[in-house]
């Protein structure tokens, strides 16, 4: 598979990022025993991720916009183009050694998420999506899964807690999809969700009260692996909003009927 020039400088960096977190991760699973706690080795370890994505990406594009988890938002000369970057989705895995997180790199040029990158340094796995050029892992091209039927779907969703989100509206939305579906899983980074419902992995995923760098990359690669995408009302904008539901176009239909009628309960 040829890589244009811009995903090659996007999987470069996330290489290169992820040598970072792989030796911070070791050290966080000799941390866990330790009664301080890895907290703070891990908040800078994001920090310090975020950093190498902003120096290896603006290096290699200067002027473009830069938007990270950490840092907030960087201006550029190039008003036209912004990095979305996440240098550590799913930090609360990494803080427990739990090895499901990864390093997600959107680029949007003028509103529009034209290229995204997701990689997890500990699988490595790769995901990467350009628009219009399909999804791929490991440089393998991937589909979304083919399953039609609700009793046949495996989701992924999110379980708010401890001051974070709408624990009521969750209940209500868990309860209405636990009597229709095939199984719920809660893995707990939203671009690996993404990535995997790209991969055929899981049949769709949902989740609210996430930003623009939890999703913008993966929600490319549910597109360009020929799934539909939407925040929770059922229209594009995800990123304002803050929520978002992906599945293929059957799943994608039927889960956001079900979970429209459980915000309504
Ligand atoms: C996390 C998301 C996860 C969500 C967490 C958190 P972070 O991102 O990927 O799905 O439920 O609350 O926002 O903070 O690890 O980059």
Known sequence: MLRSAILNVMVAAARKTARGLKRDFGEVEKLQVSLKGPANFVSSADRRAEETLYEELSKARPGYCFLGEEGGKREGTDKSHTWIVDPLDGTTNFLHGLPQFCISIGLEREGTIVAGVVYNPITEEMFTAERGKGAFLNDQRIRVAARRSLSEAVVACALPHLGRGDINL?????ATLQEKIAGLRRFGAAALDLAFVAAGRFD???????KP???????????????YVTDLDGGDDMLSKGHILAGNEIMHRELLRQLQQAAKA
């Open 170 to 174: 969750n209940r209500r939305e868990i």
């Open 204 to 210: 769709g995923y949902f989740e609210r009260d996430i």
């Open 213 to 227: 760098w939890d999703m913008a990359a993966g929600l490319l690669m549910v597109r360009e692996a020929g799934g």
